[in-house]
Structures are given as structure tokens and as C-alpha cells.
């Protein structure tokens, strides 16, 4: 098909085909394809052209002709244009079908396995207002300090005031400071002319305690006049807010958090529990956000990993350790590894906390230190595997298995580096063995699973 015979703003009716995993909507008009947000398999649209490109395009919907049985409006349309619950228009059922269905596709297409046998979806007890965090940007919209979220793909702000998918008390919060920065004037930074001072609210709840920590975005330490009268009311009416920080980025980057937290109030820590430990969290520290979904994650993974009193397990890309500390007492030796040293430092305090003493943490990436262990003597009967969205390294997949382990647990939150990393323990004598998904992000695309690779030796 020849690309310039599609215009902007053109206008076809189609039946829209399928989903991708972002939660697209699939439309072909003569063979090439169009993705169109807030579109539903089965549904007939009028789209309307917005971009085309080489091999495909991007569409809107002008009209519904008709729609799915398994559209629900329980979102509003405003805040699925943000992105952040880029599945809300599906019912709840429908998405974990999805989700299941999104696993075994990719094992099939990059790991060549025919219909693997994916357990079905272990449901999300809460499907809204779950997130145990929030990480709210704050700009000046007409002049006046709005809190939100970013409309999807780029950083115009959509004013929020109903998060949906957060605990309620992180939106009391996040509404609570807007309103207090307003009467004190505050301003917001501005990404164009790179003034003002508040760029985020960063806000955690402990899904057992509900302790809160409060962390600022600033430009600088220095505070504006009277922002310490709004944390001390801010402390006095949510009692439960055991830490408020600062945390200076002032840098043009898309990310978030800088490196540098100032404690304005309590501890740099709050405290929360996962299966009965104590778990101290830092705000530099990962921490999953949907607690009781974490915590079958982390049941089921035990599960598979068949456990043994004389096991030296290592529990490789450890966060604050909660992994390692949930079944350090059923094993003999406990070794994690993870990047960030503030998570590390949790994670030792964590084992005192919860009278461990055959728990073992190292700062550095797992890639180096698996070799490193393996130099030193180290021999894991299991090894669990948490890593981020990139997935492995080889170096990390060749050190982890050359001592042969039993059991190598898999928890992964992108299927696609997982597929990947599947095919590679099988070079090293690994099968994949089970799948089971668990829904971690209700309203969401995103889909975390639960693996088991046993060593055929
Ligand atoms: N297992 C923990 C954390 C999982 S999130 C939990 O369940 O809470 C993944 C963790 O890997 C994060 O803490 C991140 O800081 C860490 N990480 C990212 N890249 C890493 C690397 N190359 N080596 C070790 N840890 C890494």
C-alpha cells in the first residue's frame, strides 16, 4: 500500500481488529494499519487520521458506530487520555484475558513455544484505588498551581482531582498540598522557562500501616517563604505522614527524582509489612505497589521454588530485601544483590528488624556480582530473579546457572525481556517449566508474571 494515499484528518469507517499490549486499538484500511486509543476490538468506528507514517499510522475515534460488550465507563475519558490506566475503558475481565493472552503470544513468538500452558490470571482483589505511591507532577495551568497527570505523550498537564487507581488518602494528600500551595502563591516549575520551584509530589502509603511518606520534587533547598507553615499543617492533619523530604532535581531530564533528599520532617523512612516481616522503605528504595498482589506474587513464587531447610538461595536484584527476608527462615543462607545502596542499606536493617541472621546484601549490579560469587564458592541450590524491565544480562544468565542450581524463579514485569531470557536459560539446560501471570496494575497494560525454570541435569 502506498503511504501517501492516507491524509491527516482523513476520515474511514472500519471495525477495529485488535488490541496491542499497550491497549491501542488495531484498525487496517487496506492492509495497513492504523492505532487508535480508546478503541476496542469488535467495535465499528469512524477514525480519523492523525499521523501517517512508513508502515503505519495513528487514528482517533470520531465516531462510535458501535461498541464492545466489554467497554465499561467506569474511568472517565479525561484521565485515559493520560495514559496511566491506558486499560480502563475494558472490564476488569476482559483485561486479565488479555493479559493472559499477551503471554502466550509472546512465548510462541519469541521463545517458539506452541500454546504454552499460561495459568490463568491470579485477579487483583482491589482493581481501583490499589497503588500503594503516586508521583504527581504539579505545573501552573491559567496561572493557577494544578496537580494531575501528563495527557498521554507529552507534558501538558490534565488536572486530576480522582486518581482512580491510588489509595484515596494519596489523592487527600496530593489535593490537601495543591490547595495549601495556592494560598501561599507558590510556584511551580515551568519546563520552558525553567523557573519556579515545585515540580512533583511524590507520595507512599504502607498498604498494613499507613504510615505516609511525602517527598517534594524542588528545583533547590532553599524553601520559598512559608512552604514550612504548609508542612507543618500539612503533618498535623495527616498524622500518619511519618517523613517529608525534599528531593532536588533540577535538572532538564525526564526523570523524576533527583539523587539528593533533604529530611524536612520525622525519618528518611516509613515502615510497612509484606507476609508478617517489617520492611523499613527509603525513598529511593523500590517497593511494589500493589501490596497484596505482591504478596501472592511473592507466595507463588515461593511455591515454585520448592524450598529446602539446607538451601543457599540467592535472591538477585533484592530492592529493600523483601524477597530474601520473607523466606529467610525456612532456608539456610540468604545472598541478594541490588544497585541502589539506599535499597541495600534498607534491606540490612530489614533482616535485624525481623531477627534474621543468615540474610547476605551487596550493593552493585547483579551482572558483576553473580560472577563475583561464583569466584568465591558461592553455590545456590534456587535463585529468584526480580529485575527490572530490560531483563538480564548474559553475563548475569551464564554465572547464575555454571554451578547447576535446582530452581531459578523468574519474577518479571515486561513479558517481552522474559521471552527472551527464557531461550537463553535453555541454552544453559534450563525448561521453562510454569507461567503463572499475577495482576499487579488493574487499569493498566502492564503485566507482571511468576516463573519456573528447573535444571534439566
Ligand atoms: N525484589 C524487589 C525489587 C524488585 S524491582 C521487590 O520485590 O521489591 C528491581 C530492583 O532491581 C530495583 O530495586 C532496582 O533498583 C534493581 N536493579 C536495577 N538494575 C539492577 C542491576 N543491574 N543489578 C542489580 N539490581 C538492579
Not at 59 to 71: A, K, L, M, N, Y
Request: aromatic share 10%; charged share 25%.
Amino acid at each position: 500500500m502506498d503511504m501517501t494515499n492516507f491524509k491527516k484528518n482523513d476520515i474511514f469507517e472500519a471495525e477495529v481488529l485488535d488490541l496491542t499490549h499497550e491497549g491501542q486499538g488495531v484498525v487496517k484500511v487496506d492492509s495497513y494499519p492504523f492505532f487508535v486509543d480508546n478503541a476496542l476490538p469488535g467495535e465499528r468506528i469512524k477514525m480519523r487520521v492523525l499521523k501517517v507514517g512508513k508502515s503505519f499510522g495513528f487514528g482517533r475515534v470520531d465516531e462510535f458506530i458501535s461498541q464492545s460488550e466489554h467497554r465499561t465507563t467506569q474511568l472517565n475519558l479525561d484521565y485515559l487520555r493520560t495514559g496511566i490506566a491506558d486499560f480502563g475503558h475494558l472490564t476488569y475481565n476482559e483485561q486479565v484475558k488479555f493479559k493472559q493472552k499477551q503471554v502466550v503470544d509472546i512465548l510462541r513468538k519469541t521463545a517458539g513455544k506452541e500454546d504454552f500452558p499460561v495459568s490463568p490470571v491470579i485477579e487483583s482483589i482491589k482493581t481501583i484505588k490499589y497503588r500503594n505511591k503516586a508521583q504527581i507532577p504539579v505545573q501552573m495551568v491559567n496561572g493557577i498551581l494544578t496537580t494531575g497527570f501528563y495527557r498521554k505523550n507529552s507534558h501538558s498537564l490534565i488536572p486530576v482531582e480522582d486518581f482512580y487507581i491510588q489509595h484515596p488518602e494519596i489523592d487527600a494528600v496530593v489535593l490537601f498540598l495543591r490547595d495549601e500551595f495556592r494560598k501561599i502563591n507558590l510556584q511551580a516549575y515551568d519546563e520552558k522557562t525553567r523557573k519556579g520551584w515545585l515540580r512533583n509530589i511524590v507520595v507512599r502509603r504502607g498498604f498494613h500501616t499507613s504510615e505516609m511518606m511525602v517527598s517534594l520534587v524542588v528545583t533547590s533547598k532553599k524553601l520559598p517563604e512559608n512552604v514550612d507553615l504548609v508542612i507543618d499543617k500539612l503533618v498535623e492533619h495527616f498524622t500518619n505522614i511519618k517523613s517529608v523530604q525534599l528531593n532536588i532535581n533540577n535538572g532538564t531530564g525526564s526523570f523524576i527524582l533527583g539523587k539528593e533528599f533533604v529530611l524536612l520532617y520525622g525519618k528518611d523512612f516509613i515502615t510497612d509489612l509484606m507476609l508478617d516481616k517489617t520492611y523499613q522503605i527509603s525513598a529511593p528504595a523500590f517497593y511494589q505497589v500493589n501490596t497484596p498482589q505482591a504478596e501472592k506474587l511473592y507466595e507463588t513464587a515461593f511455591e515454585f521454588a520448592e524450598l529446602k531447610p539446607g538451601d543457599i538461595v540467592i535472591d538477585a536484584y533484592s530492592g529493600i530485601g523483601t524477597i530474601g527476608i520473607s523466606m529467610a527462615d525456612r532456608v539456610a543462607e540468604v545472598y541478594g544483590m541490588e544497585v541502589v545502596p539506599a535499597a541495600v542499606e534498607n534491606a540490612k536493617r530489614n533482616a535485624q528488624l525481623n531477627e534474621l541472621e543468615n540474610t547476605h546484601y551487596e550493593v552493585g549490579t547483579a551482572e558483576k556480582i553473580m560472577p563475583k560469587w561464583l569466584d568465591e564458592g558461592i553455590k545456590p541450590d534456587v535463585i529468584f530473579v526480580d529485575p527490572p524491565r530490560k531483563g538480564l544480562d548474559e553475563t548475569f544468565i551464564k554465572s547464575a546457572t555454571a554451578t547447576n542450581p535446582r530452581r531459578i524463579v523468574y519474577i518479571s514485569c515486561n513479558p517481552a525481556t522474559f521471552a527472551r531470557d527464557v531461550v537463553r536459560f535453555e541454552n544453559e539446560g534450563y525448561i521453562l517449566d510454569k507461567v503463572q501471570p499475577v495482576d499487579l496494575f488493574p487499569q493498566t497494560h502492564h503485566v507482571e508474571i511468576v516463573a519456573l525454570l528447573t535444571s534439566k541435569k
